[in-house]
């Protein structure tokens, strides 16, 4: 499985420089975002863009398709919906419940996925993630067709009032960051090493001497708590957990937002969410259109457009970077 | 009526049997699964969205153009076979030499663009297709249950296709051609047998499966969009069971995993949805390779 991926920009010299540089030029932005955009738009894209980055922990670095993160993403939100409605337990701890079921199903469904690869991997997360569907349309506290709605921000800590939009945007805006960070901390630790070494080459990674499996399992795992993060936040934000959550349609949408953005790069994901969130909010209008379009953009990214939106503009910056050396008489 | 299990026989058996039909609709799918699988190396993620257009060319045909259900049977499985050899021709041979995740991919959205278009036009709520032709009209009393000849027809109809299959593909010239192409094309090709030709009627024929499978559907459950996506992820899990390395195999879990719902219906209706994924994780554990796969 060597094919399904492309070179992580830091790989390249000097580009470790550009991508700090744009993480902080991201970060001014999101800061004054809000006075430019409608914060439950910027929320929106925020949630889905850690989604997406959970999932590109997965499927860029460790070279594992999972069809089924909407297990993850829905799974969680439903329980943060429900400890904080029905149970009226604080914001933060939502989302701690609801990180950690996301963890533990994670851990769960990895252990049996991992048995397989490749595109058995894929059926059989999809398979096990619909699994998952159909207990939440059964079970008494997701309330079937209708979901949990009405569900209240609460106060973080008992002191910040979340109900007002700005202090949500920069309360999700803040774990968003913190979450981010660790991901981009994970890819570059030797963990983040090893699960590339694994996907480049998996018998190899295996007569090295490493645990293949646990790899997997672990990558799997942290996946699925960040997905199950960005799952109940999207909860507080919308203040609504749905069957749309769990849906199969929902595993596509995020595979489709990093495959846009950039498989295996660092800002691939957040590109590919903002795009996808931002289609879909002028194209609501259109009802199933946005399905077409949608299947329209898998098709055309996988026949001619397979490095993404950011896996492009890194091949162009590694080209000039090349020739500029190149011309320089190999200066370094 | 002697009651077993204090089930009365009828809903048993009346469960039974309805499993037998869902399991005729599992076998038929995993088989051209299956054979697409073996020649293109693609899990085609289309299959549902094609086996739910089968069932639409049949209602298209007898709502616009009055044509029957027997001509249906044999028609819309051509045209929709022919579509996907367009497909294959437009799209799916592009990506062949690339990881076989991309065909996942790929065919994923084209399930989306043509579930897509189809709610577009038919909304999510189904129509009736009321064409079932008087000879397989009404049923028989067995004593032990009630058999509507329909539902009995399907399960043999479906029993005869999987048959003619493995008897195409195991016993014949043409069929040592294709399974000589799985094993090593570009041996046969050298032999001076035009495979690429041969990628695209499998993956034609495979599609005419499905559609096959979609038009007998058509009469029992009504003709909606969502029809393939509903189905198409259980036929995943069947097909993980199963292996895809044999037809026998992919005939036998559809089968079984059918009566195994339809059980499961009777003794314990909540976990009916749920079931065949129980049995993939179980299936998973134990053979992690499925039941008739070769080990990975």
């Given at each position: 499985m060597s094919t399904m991926n492309v070179e992580t920009p830091?790989?390249?010299?000097?580009?470790?420089?550009?991508?700090?540089?744009?993480?902080?030029?991201?970060?001014?932005?999101?800061?004054?975002?809000?006075?430019?955009?409608?914060?439950?738009?910027?929320?929106?894209?925020?949630?889905?863009?850690?989604?997406?980055?959970?999932?590109?922990?997965?499927?860029?670095?460790?070279?594992?398709?999972?069809?089924?993160?909407?297990?993850?993403?829905?799974?969680?939100?439903?329980?943060?919906?429900?400890?904080?409605?029905?149970?009226?337990?604080?914001?933060?701890?939502?989302?701690?419940?609801?990180?950690?079921?996301?963890?533990?199903?994670?851990?769960?469904?990895?252990w049996l996925a991992i048995r397989r690869q490749g595109i058995y991997f894929a059926m059989v997360t999809l398979a096990l993630a619909q699994m998952i569907y159909f207990v939440a349309l059964e079970a008494k506290f997701t309330h079937g067709e209708d979901g949990i709605q009405a569900v209240p921000r609460g106060k973080f800590l008992g002191l910040l009032d979340l109900s007002d939009t700005n202090t949500m945007y920069y309360f999700v805006l803040v774990i968003f960051a913190l979450a981010f960070w660790l991901i981009y901390r994970t890819i570059n630790s030797p963990f983040g090493q090893v699960l590339k070494a694994i996907r480049e080459n998996e018998p190899r990674a295996i007569s090295l001497g490493y645990r293949v499996d646990h790899y997997k399992l672990l990558a799997f795992t942290l996946s699925a708590a960040l997905a199950g993060l960005a799952g109940s936040m999207k909860a507080l934000v919308f203040q609504l957990a749905s069957l749309t959550d769990v849906d199969w349609r929902m595993s596509g949408q995020v595979v489709l937002m990093?495959?846009?953005?950039?498989?295996?790069?660092?800002?691939?994901?957040?590109?590919?969410?903002?795009?996808?969130?931002?289609?879909?909010?002028?194209?609501?209008?259109?009802?199933?259109?946005?399905?077409?379009?949608?299947?329209?953009?898998?098709?055309?990214?996988?026949?001619?457009?397979?490095?993404?939106i950011v896996g492009e503009i890194a091949e162009l910056i590694r080209r000039t970077k090349g020739e500029r050396s190149s011309g320089g008489g190999g200066g370094h | 009526m002697i009651p077993l299990l204090n089930i009365p026989t009828q809903i048993l058996f009346g469960q039974l049997l309805l499993g037998l039909i869902n399991g005729s609709f599992y076998a038929l799918l995993s088989l051209g699964l299956a054979v697409i699988f073996g020649l293109l190396n693609i899990i085609n993620f289309a299959h549902g969205a094609l086996y739910m257009m089968g069932a639409f060319g049949a209602?298209?045909?007898?709502?616009?153009?009055?044509i029957g259900y027997w001509p249906a049977l044999i028609l819309s499985p051509l045209l929709v076979g022919a579509f996907g050899v367009l497909l294959e021709k437009a799209f799916l041979h592009r990506i062949y030499k690339l990881d076989h995740l991309y065909g996942l991919l790929l065919t994923f959205g084209l399930a989306l663009i043509i579930e897509g278009l189809f709610r577009n036009y038919y909304g999510v709520s189904g129509q009736a297709y009321d064409a079932v032709p008087d000879l397989l009209k009404g049923g028989y009393n067995l004593g032990f249950m009630f058999l509507p000849i329909y539902r009995g027809w399907v399960v043999v109809a479906s029993l005869i296709i999987c048959f003619g299959t493995w008897f195409a593909i195991e016993r014949t010239k043409l069929g040592s051609y294709l399974r000589a192409?799985?094993?090593?094309?570009?041996?046969?090709?050298?032999?001076?047998?035009?495979?690429?030709?041969?990628?695209?009627?499998?993956?034609?024929?495979?599609?005419?499966?499905?559609?096959?499978?979609?038009?007998?559907?058509?009469?029992?459950?009504?003709?909606?969009?969502?029809?393939?996506?509903?189905?198409i992820i259980v036929v995943f899990a069947v097909v993980v069971i199963g292996g895809m390395g044999s037809i026998v195999g992919a005939v036998v879990s559809g089968f079984g995993l059918g009566l195994i719902e339809g059980m499961t219906k009777v003794f314990y209706p909540e976990a009916s949805n749920t079931v065949i994924f129980v049995v993939m994780a179980i299936v998973l554990l134990v053979k992690p390779a499925g039941l008739f796969g070769k080990a990975a």
């Open positions: 830091a790989a390249i010299p000097g580009t470790s420089n550009l991508t700090k540089l744009a993480l902080v030029a991201l970060l001014v932005l999101a800061l004054v975002a809000p006075f430019g955009f409608y914060p439950i738009f910027l929320m929106k894209a925020l949630c889905f863009a850690l989604f997406a980055a959970a999932f590109n922990l997965l499927l860029g670095y460790g070279g594992l398709l999972s069809f089924g993160h909407a297990a993850f993403f829905g799974g969680a939100a439903y329980i943060a919906a429900h400890v904080v409605k029905v149970l009226g337990w604080p914001p933060e701890l939502g989302l701690i419940a609801g990180t950690a079921v996301a963890a533990v199903m994670g851990l769960l469904i990895g990093t495959l846009v953005g950039g498989v295996g790069t660092v800002f691939g994901p957040l590109v590919g969410a903002f795009i996808l969130v931002t289609m879909e909010n002028y194209l609501a209008q259109f009802g199933s259109w946005v399905t077409v379009i949608q299947g329209l953009i898998f098709v055309i990214c996988v026949l001619t457009f397979r490095k993404g | 209602w298209l045909m007898l709502e616009y153009l009055g192409a799985t094993e090593n094309p570009k041996l046969v090709q050298a032999f001076g047998i035009n495979v690429p030709r041969m990628i695209t009627l499998t993956y034609g024929f495979g599609v005419a499966l499905a559609a096959m499978a979609g038009v007998l559907a058509a009469p029992i459950y009504h003709v909606s969009p969502l029809m393939g996506s509903d189905i």
